[in-house]
């Protein structure tokens, strides 16, 4: 991960926005850019009267920097668009208050690849609890938050020798901090691994899935037409 080719492959992925408008009666899909006419009725867009004009469809991924004192996940190997299913691993990290991604694998403890989370799903935190809100918009959170993911990150139990694919790996890490914020619902949240992916990580995924599905729709067809 991080070498300049995939860097540079990562950024044109980014670029491929799903773009969608409505003519015939039909909505159509395409990748990157707009076809210059019509493919139900072969008349040119710059003569279409469109019932709903070109838009870029909403992407769920984000660049993990814009999102600080967030939770963020990625899959393990490869990326959303083009690697991800419902059986692939997730990798999951958090970020600072100023967007760098403190993330634990096998190789230990980094917080120095944020570019490799350019593709990633930030996980809904104060959607899922009022009480988190309140506390975003407190002025001394981010130091906080910044002082628990410290402290987590320094621990002994987070290092190359400790890790474990089962027993110690980036969700322990990430549960772990949790629990150091010493507040409700963090705390209640870092007691369970099923109820935090019930809660936080698979209304993210199901709405990804989504987008992939038509992501790839559209790649595989060069375009798609819908009812």
């Not at 990804?208 to 038509?214: G, S, T």
Request: glycine share 6%; net charge negative; proline share 5%.
């Amino acid at each position: 991960m991080g070498l300049r080719g995939e860097d540079e492959e990562k950024g044109t992925r980014r670029g491929l926005s799903i773009l969608c408008f409505e003519h015939c009666g039909k909505r159509i899909f395409s990748l990157k850019n707009i076809p210059d006419a019509c493919p139900v009725c072969n008349l040119l867009i710059t003569q279409c009267d469109l019932k709903i004009p070109p838009f870029a469809v909403p992407s769920p991924f984000k660049k993990a920097v814009d999102f600080p004192c967030s939770i963020v996940i990625k899959p393990t190997k490869g990326n959303f668009l083009d690697d991800y299913s419902n059986k692939s691993n997730l990798h999951i990290a958090v970020t600072d208050s100023s967007g760098e991604v403190y993330e634990f694998d096998r190789q230990g403890l980094h917080r120095d690849r944020t570019y490799d989370w350019e593709n990633c799903l930030v996980l809904d935190l104060s959607g899922a609890d009022p009480l988190v809100l309140e506390m975003i918009q407190d002025p001394d959170w981010g130091e906080y938050w910044d002082i628990c993911l410290n402290q987590t990150a320094g621990s002994d139990a987070f290092t190359r020798e400790n890790y474990h694919e089962d027993d110690n790996n980036c969700f322990n890490f990430v549960l772990s901090f949790l629990l150091s914020l010493n507040q409700s619902p963090f705390s209640g949240w870092a007691g369970s691994k099923v109820d935090f992916c019930q809660r936080l990580i698979l209304p993210k995924t199901v709405m990804a899935a989504k987008y992939i599905m038509l992501y790839r729709k559209v790649k595989e067809s060069s375009g798609i037409i819908v009812q």
